[in-house]
């Protein structure tokens, strides 16, 4: 039964991501979409270049805040914060453009990440920690993507706390090109993408 309502719930978030036709950007999940995505408990588990970040830390895939780990108590780590849950979790992946080879969220994604901001501003979400994984695909070097998957992933978590989203409920992660939704492509819009799973 929650098998049958995950993949009408994936089924319909699908159809939303497709564009009415080519050349236009896709509307993206309204707030309610994004909220029933995030509702079920979380089960174990160019303008600019980017900002330079570190690579995600190589046995959690954790994004360095900006600043620096000296400047944060080990407690108030990125990681401890937000646990990544995997695609086990509740969780959708978000259409959410970049300027090429930056961190500079692309205008045309704003409307979604509002819908993101309001959703886990609404009562019905209040409370629940996400993380933010980023996805490149695989042009450019390995490590070269795995700090921008970071930058982005970080990009949208600064985004959301502009939003009035409590940072604590945040966390930022990078996987660079390592998990496609297009396997074996060198270049696919599908694979760069912003993920987003319910951590509790």
């Not at 080879?101 to 994604?109: Q, T």
């Not at 070097?141 to 921008?148: P, V, W, Y």
């Amino acid at each position: 039964m929650m098998k049958t309502r995950l993949n009408s719930l994936l089924a319909t978030l699908l159809l939303a991501f497709a564009p009415a036709h080519a050349g236009m950007p896709a509307a993206g999940p309204t707030t309610e979409d994004i909220i029933e995505a995030l509702s079920a408990p979380a089960r174990p588990s160019g303008r600019r270049s980017f900002k330079p970040t570190a690579a995600p830390d190589r046995s959690t895939n954790a994004c360095a805040e900006p600043g620096g780990a000296a400047s944060t108590p080990p407690a108030r780590r990125n990681l401890n914060v937000v646990p990544y849950a995997g695609s086990a979790a509740a969780g959708l992946d978000l259409d959410v453009r970049f300027a090429v080879n930056s961190d500079a969220i692309d205008g045309g994604s704003l409307g979604v990440l509002t819908r993101l901001g309001e959703a886990l501003n609404s009562p019905a979400l209040s409370g629940v920690h996400v993380a933010i994984a980023g996805h490149t695909d695989r042009q450019g070097g390995h490590e070269h993507n795995l700090k921008l998957s970071c930058a982005r992933a970080i990009a949208v978590k600064n985004w959301l706390i502009r939003e009035g989203v409590e940072a604590e409920r945040l966390g930022a992660y990078g996987f660079g090109p390592d998990r496609p939704l297009e396997v074996g492509k060198r270049v696919s819009e599908a694979n760069r993408r912003v993920e987003i799973r319910r951590a509790n």
